[in-house]
């Protein structure tokens, strides 16, 4: 995930599968919403030579230079729905936990939320939503995470980007358009700067806690709070958490919780 020199041969970095892999709900065991998701797994302290000889060639492997330990590695699990999900979970757990892999405090776990096979992309009711709904329940999404993600500059909360009067002011106007969420994300109306922004991967509006610059560059919501995980249960808690989500505000969305809360 960060660009930096190592020594590492190039045999251990390979690019994940742009594939998606259709499941159907009812094979699925535990991952019952049909929605595509990818998962980016960050571990440390492994054989990267057995990771690389047994991890499935559609899962992709990088070094993350953010990592404290050796042979730091973030493995990329391709856009997946219900069953396919479960399945290419449960086998790069358990290949990372067989070649040595570990987490430590340093490291985390990001979800994305596909946005290009729904309709998602050109809804700005529907990606607005999910922001405001965000931003009013993040204190309990911190909450319920170690210390270490709560103050991670990797994800921070959105109030430290998109500020509480600001928030408010939006959801008392119309419904900001895509490219008015974009300048709002980027804090500017430059379209020139604004394109520069969405063309660097390390843009320092990546590092939230919900990520927006990864839906106006590669069409998917990523989630960054999550501490590392090579639990494959907790992988997919985490998982039905958002879908569950993502489903309540494309449904039944209710302006009025979100401002109770």
């Known amino acids: 995930e960060h660009a930096c020199k190592v020594d590492e041969p190039r045999h251990l970095f390979r690019e994940v599968s ?47 230079g953010s990592l404290q330990g050796r042979a730091p590695k973030e493995m990329q699990l391709p856009p997946s729905s219900n ?16 070649a040595g892999y570990k987490v430590n405090k340093t490291c985390g776990m990001h979800i994305h939320l596909d946005a290009t096979t729904n309709s998602m992309m050109n809804d700005h009711n529907l990606v607005f939503r999910l ?23 990797y994800a921070l909360p959105l109030k430290s980007w998109i500020g509480e009067a600001k928030m408010l002011q939006m959801t008392r106007r119309p419904v900001p358009t895509i490219n008015e969420l974009r300048e709002i994300w980027y804090k500017t109306r430059d379209a020139g700067n604004i394109n520069v922004f969405r063309n660097n991967k390390w843009d320092t509006s990546r590092y939230h806690g919900f990520n927006l610059h990864a839906l106006f560059t590669r069409g998917t919501i990523e989630m960054r709070y999550f501490n590392g995980t090579l639990n494959r249960d907790k992988i997919i808690n985490w998982i039905n958490f958002h879908l569950t989500i993502f489903v309540w505000v494309r449904d039944h969305f209710d302006q009025n919780v979100i401002d109770a809360i």
């Open 83 to 98: 069953e396919k999900l479960e399945q290419v979970i449960r086998h790069t757990t358990r290949i990372a936990r067989n």
């Open 131 to 153: 922001l405001s709904t965000y931003y009013a329940i993040e204190p309990v999404i911190f909450a319920m995470l170690p210390k270490s993600r709560r103050n991670n500059k």
């Open 18 to 64: 742009s594939s998606f892999y259709k499941g159907k709900p009812n094979l699925a065991k535990e991952i019952k919403i049909p929605w595509f998701v990818g998962i980016e797994l960050e571990a440390v302290n492994g054989d990267a030579e057995i990771l690389n000889a047994k991890l499935d060639r559609k899962v992709g492997m990088d070094h993350d």
